[in-house]
């Protein structure tokens, strides 16, 4: 597989960090590697956001910490729109949205599943 087929197959996010044992940090929050990394190289990982979970945002936990801004629901869907760090919006579809996460707090985008490429470039 490639990043080009995930994002055939669904919408996939990049996400930019440094590795640090077994996780990759990021300025808002950090993910476990889905594989062992050797060194403390940037690296990308790919993630879908109907592979993920919006949790409330407490504690030290994996994941992306991220502003609610806009949630909608039309039964059983749920689409969120959640503004990254530098104020761009992400609009996800997640498989799970925690009681209690509500417009305007900060919320975890937790991934269920990351994807990794020995080349992370698109294409």
Excluded: K, M
């Excluded at 990021?26 to 919006?54: F, I, M, N, S, V």
């Excluded at 919006?89 to 994807?115: D, K, M, T, Y």
Aim: with cysteine; net charge neutral; hydrophobic share 40%.
């Amino acid at each position: 597989a490639s990043p080009f087929v995930l994002d055939f197959l669904g919408h996939a996010e990049p996400v930019s960090g440094v590795v640090r044992g077994d996780r990759l940090e990021l300025a808002h929050g950090w993910l476990p590697l889905p594989a062992p990394a050797t060194d403390a190289a940037p690296q990308t990982l790919w993630l879908r956001g109907c592979e993920c979970a919006l949790e409330n945002d407490g504690g030290d936990g994996p994941g992306l910490r991220l502003e609610v801004r806009r949630i909608r629901r039309s039964g059983a869907r749920v689409q969120v729109d959640l503004a990254r760090p530098d104020g761009s919006i992400w609009r996800v579809e997640p498989e799970r949205v925690a009681a209690g996460v509500v417009e305007g707090a900060q919320a975890r985008l937790v991934p269920g599943r990351l994807h990794g490429f020995a080349d992370s470039a698109r294409g």
